[in-house]
């Protein structure tokens, strides 16, 4: 079992190794790589060691379909050969985007829906981004992009949204009650084999202080122990605020 769980881990580094190497060495059409993406991944904010990573998994479900997920390694979840899915035919990709400011991860979100020109970002905030919008819209991604400004659980009343999506993206307040709220809002809105990630599972990253688990942390494990009719696989992303992955899997698969 120590053998096991060695090589697992070890598999576990080199895909978050592979999704931190930007340009190049993750997909042959990441060189086309949106400029506006590039821009933010030179400001060193605390999400931008995490922009790859949400680009190559919109990247991924855009191309292959949420079933990629459940036949290939992806975040540690998984651990078959690759070479054994079969592509198909994939629907428009809906990503949903709770919290938005400066727009770091929208951008992300974008520049891989405007390479595979299939899906839509839909952004949510209790505040306005004008400036956002102007530039997303000057690069010329905002095709594939709604904002909405409204709070986080009662946009959900909102009718334009999809019913279920792939993707459900969380920044927002960081505290327990807010993001359990979201949680139990969202979770039953994703399709099957779709993700929830959540930024920010700690308060701080600096080597010289110890590294707790916060109110985000508190709030998932509070939802995925809860008794309902998903199974949600977690993991935890460890660098930086760190980046909680989320996967809904129905029961009948886990058996």
């Not at 881990?9 to 993750?26: A, Y």
């Not at 993406?37 to 990247?59: A, G, H, N, V």
């Not at 019913?163 to 359990?180: G, N, P, Q, R, Y």
Request: negative net charge.
């Amino acid at each position: 079992v120590g053998t096991m769980a060695k090589k697992r881990n070890s598999k576990i580094e080199r895909t978050i190794k592979r999704r931190q190497e930007m340009i190049g060495e993750i997909s042959p059409i990441q060189c086309h790589i949106h400029s506006e993406l590039k821009k933010r991944l030179e400001r060193q904010t605390d999400i931008f060691c995490f922009l790859p990573i949400i680009f190559q998994l919109t990247l991924d479900l855009a191309t292959f379909g949420r079933n990629y997920f459940d036949q290939v390694c992806y975040f540690g979840f998984y651990n078959v050969n690759e070479s054994t899915y079969k592509l198909q035919v994939v629907d428009n990709v809906d990503i949903l985007e709770l919290g938005v400011r400066d727009g770091e991860s929208t951008v992300a979100f974008l520049s891989a829906l405007s390479l595979t020109q299939n899906g839509m970002l839909w952004s949510v905030d209790i505040n306005d981004n004008k400036a956002l919008r102007e530039e997303l819209g000057d690069a010329g991604l905002s095709d594939f992009w709604t904002f909405l400004v409204d709070d986080s659980v009662l946009v959900a009343q909102n009718e334009t949204l999809p019913e279920k999506f792939d993707l459900v993206f969380i920044d927002t307040s960081h505290k327990f009650d807010a993001t359990l709220m979201e949680l139990e809002t969202w979770a039953p809105r994703v399709k099957e084999n779709g993700f929830i990630l959540l930024h920010a599972t700690v308060d701080y990253f600096h080597d010289d202080l110890p590294r707790q688990k916060n109110e985000v942390v508190n709030a998932i494990e509070t939802f995925i122990s809860q008794p309902q009719k998903d199974v949600w696989r977690y993991y935890n992303i460890d660098i930086g605020l760190c980046l909680g992955v989320m996967q809904k899997r129905n029961k009948i698969n886990e058996q």
